[in-house]
């Protein structure tokens, strides 16, 4: 599995998430208003992109909901992202339901193409990821339907589902309230202008966010090791207030495996 961003983002055949990014947002910082969204019905399900959807599934979900509710522009959330949900396991082009997905692997297969090969694929970015049901609890077929779904309900949400999530106070579905209800009083999140720190770093994403005398600092570890920013007066900002994390008892310069922190400081204004 890709261990830094960069190499989740040439995976997804991007050429740089945290550029991509970026250019939205300055190229419509005085012109346009962002809509900011990891997932839709056509794209994979975000944790299992560009996050961990192994060991740290619940912390990298946050990290990823963090660095993009913290952007300048409106946050949309794709059904099961607030809870973590993954990519599914299907194992045979037979469990795919995607049109997209199934002709393309028939048309792979026709001028020779390893089948092996082609699920790889398609078991990292098929539509199929996005549609499967929404996982209410942990009971047949998750609570979704009676009946018989369309596509398969993910194994895991015997863990993975919304009811196990409004009952833990430290759930992805928590975090994401935290992270609406920050919007919500923090007028620098809606509001604030937006820089791009450490632009070529490899794993860590940061970003400021101002507006008048108060000023954000976001920064998250895209990886599975620990790591220090090297962002200016680091340490100056963590000896201040931490608004939001997702570690507990999180302290220090050194960012744990996939962890995320917004802090906030009072700023002269110009």
């Known amino acids: 599995m890709p261990s830094s961003l960069a190499e989740r983002t040439r995976c997804s055949g991007e050429s740089s998430l945290k550029r991509s990014l970026g250019r939205w947002q300055a190229g419509l910082a005085d012109v346009g208003w962002n809509s900011l969204y990891w997932n839709n019905h056509d794209q994979p399900r975000v944790v299992s992109r560009f996050g961990d959807d192994g060991e740290h599934r619940t912390r990298s979900a946050k990290l990823l909901g ?24 299907f194992a045979e082009i037979d469990d795919y339901r995607d049109i997209e997905s199934v002709n393309h692997y028939r048309e792979a297969l026709a001028i020779g193409a390893d089948p092996d090969h082609v699920l790889i694929a398609l078991r990292r970015m098929s539509r199929d990821h996005a549609r499967t049901p929404m996982q209410w609890d942990d009971t047949e077929h998750a609570g979704f339907t009676t ?67 108060t000023e954000l600092l976001v920064v998250a570890n895209f990886s599975g090791d620990p790591v220090v920013p090297e962002v200016e007066s680091y340490a100056e900002w963590v000896a201040g207030e931490l608004v939001l994390g997702n570690v507990a008892d999180s302290d220090g310069v050194e960012l744990a495996p996939w962890e995320a922190r917004v802090h906030r400081r009072a700023v002269v204004a110009t």
């Open 66 to 89: 963090t660095v993009l509710h913290l952007q300048r522009g409106t946050p949309y959330v794709y059904q099961g992202e607030e809870l973590g949900m993954t990519n599914a396991p």
């Open 147 to 213: 009946g018989t779904p369309w596509l398969a309900v993910n194994p895991n949400h015997i863990e993975v589902n919304a009811a196990a999530e409004v009952a833990d106070p430290d759930s992805v579905f928590h975090h994401y309230r935290r992270l609406i209800e920050l919007r919500k009083s923090e007028p620098a999140v809606a509001h604030g202008d937006l820089t791009m720190l450490l632009e070529d770093d490899p794993v860590v994403y940061a970003f400021t966010r101002r507006l008048g005398d």
